[in-house]
C-alpha cells in the first residue's frame, strides 16, 4: 500500500514538473525565435564601433569587480596575512555583498546611459549636418 502511494506520488511530482518546466521552455524558445529573427531583421543597423566600446567599458568595470573577488575569496579561507581585517573590509564589496550587488546593477546602468548619451550625440550632429548641407531657398 506504501509502495504504491510513493509511486503515485512520484508520478504526480513528475506530471506536475512536466506541465510547470512545458510553459517556460516554450517561452524560452520563443525569446530565442524572436531574438534571431530581430538579429537577422535589424542588425545591419548596429554600428559595430559603438557596440565595441560600450562592451569594453563594461568588460573594464567587469575586471574591477573580479580583481577583487581572489582578496576576499583567500582571506575568507584564511590564507592572507591579517585574514580577518581583509574580510571585513571586501565583503560588502564580494559579489554577493551590497556593494558587489549595487556595483552589478551600475556596471549596466553605466553602459546603458553611455551609449544612449553617445546615439543622442550622433543624432544631434546628424542634425546639425544636414542643415548645413541643405540648400537655401
Known amino acids: 500500500m506504501l509502495h504504491s502511494f510513493i509511486i503515485v506520488l512520484r508520478e504526480r511530482f513528475e506530471a506536475f ?4 518546466i512545458t510553459p517556460a521552455c516554450l517561452l524560452g524558445l520563443l525569446g530565442a525565435a524572436l531574438l534571431g529573427w530581430s538579429w537577422t531583421r535589424f542588425g545591419h543597423r548596429i554600428d559595430l564601433r559603438r557596440f565595441f566600446q560600450v562592451t569594453g567599458i563594461f568588460v573594464l568595470l567587469f575586471l574591477a569587480q573580479i580583481a577583487l573577488t581572489p582578496f576576499h ?10 585574514s580577518e581585517v581583509i574580510h571585513a573590509a571586501t565583503e560588502a564589496c564580494s559579489p554577493g555583498g551590497i556593494v558587489g550587488t549595487w556595483f552589478s546593477l551600475a556596471m549596466v546602468a553605466v553602459c546603458g546611459l553611455w551609449l544612449l548619451f553617445a546615439c543622442l550625440r550622433d543624432r544631434a550632429s546628424e542634425g546639425r549636418e544636414a542643415r548645413q548641407t541643405a540648400p537655401i531657398r
Open 17 to 20: 514538473l512536466i506541465l510547470a
Open 73 to 82: 575569496e583567500f582571506s575568507e579561507a584564511g590564507l592572507l596575512p591579517q
